[in-house]
């Protein structure tokens, strides 16, 4: 079994031969499934009234399920480097900028 997001990339040799005689392409989530994927990961956040989750949907078209938890946790970050007691729009920004 393996994983990887970058089939294209793989050695030929790692899948002759049957070694991974199976091959399932999970698509990068649509925007309705990123704003549900950042409800959840920011579920247990303080956010600012201010933070829009659908805007950030939209914005992060091409990113998979594991990219907006760290999206999120790296905002949370952002939060508490400012020693911020909640997250705000600017700490996704920068999140963003640095993904």
């Known amino acids: ?7 294209d990339l793989l050695d030929p040799a790692i ?5 991974l005689s199976e091959h399932i392409e ?5 925007k309705d499934a990123r704003q549900r994927l950042l409800q959840l990961y920011s579920k247990n956040m303080p ?3 201010t933070v829009d989750l659908h805007h950030l949907a ?3 078209s ?8 760290s999206l ?3 905002a949370a970050m952002n939060a508490l480097g400012r020693e911020s007691q909640t997250v705000g729009d600017h ?5 963003l900028r640095n993904a």
């Open 1 to 7: 079994m393996g994983a990887t997001n970058r089939f």
């Open 15 to 19: 899948a002759a031969g049957g070694r």
């Open 26 to 30: 999970v698509p990068a989530p649509d």
């Open 47 to 49: 956010l600012e009234p």
């Open 58 to 60: 939209e914005v992060t």
């Open 62 to 69: 091409g990113l998979a399920g594991g990219d907006i938890e």
């Open 72 to 74: 999120c946790t790296t």
């Open 91 to 95: 700490d996704f920004e920068e999140a």
